[in-house]
């Protein structure tokens, strides 16, 4: 309803003839890699075969810095010509003496040259964390691929030379970019399950706000431990905080569809090997405990799950905390994201929101591998059918576009 004088308490701020319009909130974004991604210090690209993309990358790698690792992310080898998997070989001549990092589009594998498996310290008989592998050929050596966990422990290391300077230019120009699309909030998501892997860089939010350069209300979900002391704190320092908050936490439980790491009930459609229906990244008992945990001091929680043996691991009832008091509005949600929906922790209810990344962003070979696609499909439109919220996310960064609105810092 619009008043013809707001009450006399009412703050007004005059915009004169400037256009104004309510913010979009991104639902799920993993801001560090959006931000890093749109830097000059990652090629962000997929190539149309192995050869192609490293060839870009040796010519991207020389404006880089002395000091930078050549990264870049985008390569999905089941798109290229041919469809083959890659290896370190091909790095190795172009960067023999030069670390050189490249993860894939989807964030959940490392493709290395020897250099950089030099500087982490892996070698053939390095063990992966659990939930994680290194490829190897016949002969028993490193292919330069790591999954999964694997892949996740190492990408920090990898990213160590950027600096908390060059991080923190990289979110700003990150921020005013998504001002120009109309982007005023996010949701920073971990993108990794082991301690210290996050990627949650509060100290670079708050190096910005202290500066006056935080262009935007972040909502910051660390990965989800025993030890939850990290949230906690969080919520301490961000009380009174208009733009910074920290309201739960991430966890991961599969991986993605594109690697055959999300977890299907039945095997993909094209198995790489007999049995080939991935795995969970967490067992499910450890997984409910950690969800009960953190449930039992108020602390919502988001869930990355893609298969359909994932999902429906975790909207077991047994997963609903028994100690919580029978009060609805005071239950935390349970948040099962990406491929399938939210639903709350409380046995009283039955709220239910999609929070999908966009269909379009999968690839052909994803929609004919794995039941994801039809269970998000069902997702969304089970929420439409009852008039139920859908968040928008896009997991990933925002693309260019033509300015439209002059950017500024937001108020504190």
Excluded at 4 to 20: H, L, W
Excluded at 47 to 65: C, I, K, N
Excluded at 215 to 222: K, S
Excluded at 351 to 379: G, K, Q
Aim: contains cysteine; glycine residues 6%.
């Amino acid at each position: 309803m619009v008043r013809p004088a707001p009450p006399a308490a009412t703050s007004v701020i005059d915009y004169g003839e400037q256009f104004v319009c309510p913010g979009f909130h991104d639902a799920h974004l993993h801001f560090f890699h959006t931000s890093v991604g749109s830097s000059p210090y990652m090629l962000m690209d997929m190539g149309t075969s192995e050869a192609a993309l490293v060839q870009h990358a040796l010519e991207f790698s020389q404006d880089l810095p002395d000091d930078a690792w050549v990264v870049t992310q985008g390569w999905r080898d089941y798109r290229w010509d041919p469809p083959e998997h890659p290896t370190k070989a091909s790095l190795d001549v172009a960067f023999p003496n030069r670390p050189c990092v490249m993860y894939s589009g989807d964030g959940h594998t490392l493709w290395l040259n020897s250099r950089a498996l030099d500087a982490l310290g892996v070698t053939r008989d390095s063990e992966p964390p659990a939930g994680g592998s290194y490829d190897k050929d016949a002969n028993g050596e490193l292919t330069g691929i790591a999954h999964e966990a694997a892949a996740m422990q190492l990408l920090p290391r990898c990213l160590e030379w950027l600096g908390e300077d060059r991080i923190a230019s990289a979110y700003a120009d990150q921020m005013r970019r998504m001002a120009e699309q109309g982007i005023t909030s996010i949701c920073d998501m971990s993108l990794m399950p082991m301690p210290g892997c996050d990627f949650i860089r509060d100290d670079v939010y708050d190096k910005l706000q202290a500066a006056g350069k935080l262009g935007i209300r972040a909502h910051l979900f660390p990965t989800l431990l025993d030890d939850q002391s990290r949230l906690e704190e969080l919520q301490v320092r961000y009380a009174n905080n208009a733009l910074l908050s920290a309201p739960g936490f991430k966890q991961f439980f599969d991986g993605v569809s594109s690697e055959h790491t999300a977890y299907l009930t039945e095997p993909y459609t094209n198995p790489r090997f007999p049995g080939d229906q991935g795995r969970l990244t967490v067992p499910a008992e450890r997984m409910r405990k950690l969800v009960l945990a953190a449930a039992e001091r108020g602390h919502t929680v988001r869930i990355h799950v893609i298969g359909d043996g994932a999902i429906h691991a975790c909207s077991s009832p047994r997963w609903i905390s028994s100690r919580r008091p029978p009060t609805c509005t005071a239950c935390p949600s349970t948040a099962i994201t990406r491929s399938s929906t939210w639903r709350t922790s409380c046995p009283r209810t039955s709220i239910v929101y999609a929070s999908l990344t966009s269909l379009p962003r999968a690839s052909p070979v994803t929609l004919h591998s794995t039941r994801a696609a039809p269970s998000a499909i069902w997702a969304w439109s089970a929420a439409a059918s009852c008039g139920r919220s859908q968040p928008i996310s896009s997991a990933a960064s925002a693309k260019p576009s033509a300015p439209i609105a002059p950017s500024q810092p937001l108020p504190a």
